[in-house]
C-alpha cells in the first residue's frame, strides 16, 4: 500500500567502490496527515588499515504527539542502540529543546559501553505552548572514530478548538416544534 506501517521495516541496500575512506550519510523523510518525520544516520567505511567503524542509532518518541490549544506536558523517550559490531564508549546523549535527559536503563553489564545487544533507554518531560521540532542526538566512540545519529521528533499543538459537533439546534438553542 506503499505506506510505512508501525509493524513494518523497509530495506534498501546500495553499493559503491571507494578508494578512500568514506562517510555517507542517509536521510528518511516520511509523512503523514501534513506532518513529516525525519531520520538521519551515516556510516563510515574504512579503505586502509583493518579498523571497525562504529554504527550508533538513536530514535526519540514524544507522548503524546498531540496537544490541544495552550499546550502541555510531553514525555520524550529516547532509545539508543549499537547496530554495529563492537563496542561503543564515550556515550553522549543530547536534546536540544529537553533537558534534563535521565538515564533509565540498557547497560546490562554495567560497563559504561554500549554493547550491540543493549538499548539504552533516556527520558526526558517538558511543557510545550507551540508546535515544536526536536532533535536528539548521539554519540559513541571505537577504534578511534565517533559514530553519530540524529532523531527528530515533532509535537503539534492545535492553535483552534476543534469543532463541535452539529446537535440540530440553532446556535442560540432555540428550537421549532410543530404541535398537532
Given at each position: 500500500?506503499?505506506?510505512?506501517?508501525v509493524?513494518?521495516?523497509?530495506?534498501?541496500?546500495c553499493?559503491?567502490?571507494?578508494?578512500?575512506?568514506?562517510?555517507?550519510?542517509?536521510?528518511?523523510?516520511?509523512?503523514?496527515?501534513?506532518?513529516?518525520?525525519?531520520?538521519?544516520?551515516?556510516?563510515?567505511?574504512?579503505?586502509?588499515?583493518?579498523?571497525?567503524?562504529?554504527?550508533?542509532?538513536?530514535?526519540?518518541?514524544?507522548?503524546?504527539?498531540?496537544?490541544?490549544?495552550?499546550?502541555?506536558?510531553?514525555?520524550?523517550?529516547?532509545?539508543?542502540?549499537?547496530?554495529?559490531?563492537?563496542?561503543?564508549?564515550?556515550?553522549?546523549?543530547?536534546?536540544?529543546?529537553?533537558?534534563?535527559?535521565t538515564y533509565?536503563?540498557g547497560?546490562?553489564?554495567?560497563?559504561?559501553?554500549?554493547?550491540?545487544?543493549?538499548?539504552?533507554?533516556?527520558?526526558?518531560?517538558?511543557?510545550?505552548?507551540?508546535?515544536?521540532?526536536?532533535?536528539?542526538?548521539?554519540?559513541?566512540?571505537?577504534?578511534?572514530?565517533?559514530?553519530?545519529?540524529?532523531?527528530?521528533?515533532?509535537?503539534?499543538?492545535?492553535?483552534?478548538?476543534?469543532?463541535?459537533?452539529?446537535?440540530?439546534?440553532?446556535?442560540?438553542?432555540?428550537?421549532?416544534f410543530?404541535d398537532?
Amino acid at each position: 500500500n506503499a505506506q510505512l506501517e508501525v509493524s513494518e521495516t523497509w530495506k534498501y541496500t546500495c553499493s559503491i567502490t571507494l578508494s578512500a575512506t568514506h562517510t555517507n550519510t542517509v536521510v528518511a523523510t516520511g509523512w503523514s496527515k501534513g506532518l513529516s518525520a525525519t531520520d538521519i544516520a551515516s556510516a563510515t567505511v574504512i579503505v586502509g588499515p583493518s579498523v571497525v567503524p562504529p554504527l550508533i542509532h538513536v530514535t526519540k518518541v514524544p507522548k503524546p504527539l498531540t496537544l490541544l490549544v495552550g499546550g502541555g506536558s510531553v514525555l520524550y523517550t529516547e532509545k539508543i542502540t549499537n547496530p554495529g559490531i563492537v563496542a561503543l564508549s564515550n556515550i553522549r546523549l543530547t536534546d536540544d529543546k529537553c533537558k534534563p535527559l535521565t538515564y533509565i536503563s540498557g547497560d546490562i553489564n554495567r560497563d559504561s559501553k554500549l554493547d550491540t545487544k543493549e538499548t539504552w533507554i533516556y527520558r526526558c518531560q517538558t511543557k510545550l505552548t507551540r508546535t515544536t521540532i526536536n532533535s536528539a542526538i548521539a554519540t559513541g566512540e571505537a577504534n578511534g572514530l565517533t559514530a553519530k545519529d540524529v532523531a527528530i521528533a515533532t509535537v503539534v499543538v492545535a492553535t483552534t478548538y476543534p469543532n463541535m459537533p452539529s446537535t440540530g439546534l440553532s446556535p442560540e438553542g432555540a428550537s421549532t416544534f410543530i404541535d398537532d
